[in-house]
T-cell receptor, first 113, second 117 residues
Framework: AQSVTQPDIHITVSEGASLELRCNYSYGATPYLFWYVQSPGQGLQLLLKYFSGDTLVQGIKGFEAEFKRSQSSFNLRKPSVHWSDAAEYFCAVVTGGGNKLTFGTGTQLKVEL | DTGVSQDPRHKITKRGQNVTFRCDPISEHNRLYWYRQTLGQGPEFLTYFQNEAQLEKSRLLSDRFSAERPKGSFSTLEIQRTEQGDSAMYLC???????????????FGPGTRLTVT
């Protein structure tokens, strides 16, 4: 069965430092991958997506992610974190008919000032 | 605001009561999804509609759960005889559908937080 693993439950970084959030997927074919962010009391906001083509994808708020088929990974990166980036981040893969999403368990990001 | 809206945002109910949640998708979106999110977990798929047809239901959706999307517009999710284990955030999402070229992204509403006491 298709699945997504986010190995880091919590990550703390200092404001201005770089960030990398890990995501590993299990899927036989070329996956459709997404990163979403969820702030307290808010719904999920799409940061970026990968369907095919260039393996480095750019998203909103200065985020980018790199698809690496050999490592089954789709890690999210940001060169310089802002305090407003503190939130929970979810990696997701499209699974089955209807394009429903299977999510990882999320990574809670804390930003120290 | 033309995003996905959900009502109510919070619901507290006693065990055994019935509850109903509403989702209004982005108007031109023909697909509508329901997910459930418990504390410390990512959202889990419950069911989805294409227009008014309910095309798939997860095993998570017990017989106490029913969802409708009359006329292919808004959707309702009803839980009968609520149990404490039903306490969760219920998220609605909508998207367009296409036959090839990869999926359109799903846009999520703010969710309905259900607490069963």
């Amino acid at each position: 069965a298709q699945s997504v693993t986010q190995p880091d439950i919590h990550i703390t970084v200092s404001e201005g430092a770089s960030l990398e959030l890990r995501c590993n997927y299990s899927y036989g074919a070329t996956p459709y991958l997404f990163w979403y962010v969820q702030s307290p009391g808010q719904g999920l906001q799409l940061l970026l997506k990968y369907f095919s083509g260039d393996t480095l994808v750019q998203g909103i708020k200065g985020f980018e992610a790199e698809f690496k088929r050999s490592q089954s990974s789709f890690n999210l990166r940001k060169p310089s974190v802002h305090w407003s980036d503190a939130a929970e981040y979810f990696c997701a893969v499209v699974t089955g008919g209807g394009n429903k999403l299977t999510f990882g368990t999320g990574t809670q990001l804390k930003v120290e000032l | 605001d033309t995003g996905v809206s959900q009502d109510p945002r919070h619901k507290i109910t006693k065990r055994g009561q019935n509850v109903t949640f509403r989702c209004d998708p982005i108007s031109e979106h023909n697909r509508l999804y329901w997910y459930r999110q418990t504390l410390g977990q990512g959202p889990e798929f419950l069911t989805y509609f294409q227009n008014e047809a309910q095309l798939e239901k997860s095993r998570l959706l017990s017989d106490r759960f029913s969802a409708e999307r009359p006329k292919g517009s808004f959707s309702t999710l009803e839980i009968q005889r609520t149990e404490q284990g039903d306490s969760a955030m219920y998220l609605c999402a909508s998207s367009l559908a296409r036959l090839a070229g990869g999926p359109y992204e799903q846009y999520f509403g703010p969710g309905t937080r259900l607490t069963v006491t």
